[in-house]
């Protein structure tokens, strides 16, 4: 079966549906709707499409985010299938998306496999945001974001999953608002389960079109990473242990009042960023190259506070429990 979570995603889900009728009837797929409660006329969209095509289902996910929303679906409806594929409302798949999966899966037999994952902006600011996220300057060198060959891996961007699989490890911690796929990752492999990156098939996202919903996703995102590493006492990778330092950077720059070079290490992170867009822009004769830095800057000082207010919110619940 195909499950899709969303909120509020009119804007793509009649699209999404109208592309996937096709490969759910070759591969004899349900399609599960499971709805956070949006109030933009999703709702109404797969309603309407559903009363035409009755592989096309509305779940209510009355808990809202989308690891509870998968959970739900497989409770409900995993019973019938083997496996399941997540597909996110807000993005773009190749027709051959769900059949590229399964030809993986068979092949290869792994319990899950994970796609790389492209991004794609229409105005300026989400081009430039996708500019950003598509460098190693705003993923890090992420091998899910940099369309690495086939190969097993820890991590990936969850694209299919035996359902027996996510069962026999309690499927997503509804915990966890952002960065619940790199957590229930760390469970599988920890239970013996092997996870495949293919290069057969890649989804397409698209990123946040406004400063503050940039800001607001990339401080979920640093607040489930640290959720993450606290509840498997796991290191955190060299590609994210450097951006931790960029709230502490700029909060150091509060100092200059006392003395200007605490400005140093802020400037030397900002001059990086936008050098590095202007690269961009003359390497990629990509336009929106400089404005890709500011991007940049953006999701690492959200990606920084969420992991330090995670950690300073974890602390002051263990003492005040004591």
Not at 121 to 133: L, S
Not at 143 to 159: C, I, L, V
Request: hydrophobic share 45%; net charge neutral.
């Amino acid at each position: 079966m195909v499950v899709i979570p969303c909120l509020n995603e009119a804007a793509h889900i009649g699209d999404l549906l109208a592309q996937l009728i096709g490969p759910a009837d070759r591969l004899d797929m349900l399609i599960v709707v499971a709805d956070g409660g949006s109030t933009d006329g999703t709702r109404r969209i797969v309603e309407e499409i559903a009363a035409l095509e009755p592989r096309v289902v509305l779940l209510d996910n009355p808990r809202k985010v989308q690891a509870a929303a998968v959970n739900l679906a497989v409770i409900r409806y995993g019973e019938a299938f083997a496996r399941f594929i997540r597909i996110d409302a807000h993005g773009g798949y190749p027709d051959d998306y769900c059949e590229k999966l399964i030809e993986e899966a068979d092949a290869t037999g792994a319990d899950s496999v994970v796609v790389s994952m492209l991004t794609q902006g229409f105005c300026p600011f989400q081009r430039a945001t996708a500019t950003a996220q598509n460098s190693k300057l705003g993923n890090g060198g992420s091998p899910h974001r940099e369309g690495a060959k086939g190969h097993w891996t820890d991590h990936g961007h969850h694209a299919l999953m035996s359902v027996a699989a996510f069962r026999d490890v309690g499927g997503y911690d509804e915990s966890f608002s952002h960065n619940e796929d790199a957590e229930l990752d760390f469970r599988l492999r920890a239970t013996g389960y092997r996870i495949w990156m293919t290069d057969k098939t890649v989804m397409t996202y698209y990123p946040r079109a406004s400063v503050a919903g940039l800001f607001r996703q990339y401080l979920g995102y640093g607040r489930g990473r640290a959720k993450n590493i606290l509840k498997h006492r796991a290191m955190p990778k060299l590609r994210q242990m450097v951006p931790l330092m960029v709230l502490p950077v700029v909060a150091g720059a509060l100092l200059a009042v006392i003395n200007l070079s605490a400005l140093i290490p802020m400037g030397l992170w900002v001059a990086a960023c936008l050098g590095y867009g202007v690269w961009l822009a003359l390497a990629e004769r990509n336009p929106y190259g400089p404005l890709a830095g500011v991007s940049a800057m953006v999701m690492h000082l959200a990606w920084s506070a969420g992991f330090w207010l995670q950690l300073a919110l974890s602390w002051t619940r263990r003492v005040a429990a004591r």
